[in-house]
């Protein structure tokens, strides 16, 4: 997964924003990125259910430190998918821009979407 930067903002959880490069600039952002690459490794193994706060806390496990980051299990879901979609959306605009025939720019913006890793 791309770098996430974040900013902490008043209500205390980690809120993505867009940066020039997609190299995590501070430590807390290198943080949040291993962090989110972790949880959506136990996301995708043991579900949305399965997954304690525990579990998606990145080694030694300490899920009181996840809290630090987000408020919630549901919010960290969550940013992991708008991270996702934003990367999908930024690499077909990308994509698109040059193209100006339909049928080209509907080809391209399948394989956009499917060749995303």
Known sequence: MPALPATRT???DATP???ASRTPATRFDRRL???L???TEVFCSKGYEGASMRDLSPPPHVA???YYYFESKERLLFLIQKHT???ILEK???RLADISDPSSASASSFRTTWTIS
């Open 85 to 87: 979609f934003t990367t």
């Open 10 to 12: 008043p209500a205390g």
């Open 37 to 39: 690459d972790h949880a």
């Open 64 to 66: 009181a430190g996840l």
């Open 33 to 35: 990125e291993h962090i």
């Open 92 to 94: 077909l605009k990308a």
């Open 17 to 19: 924003r867009r940066a």
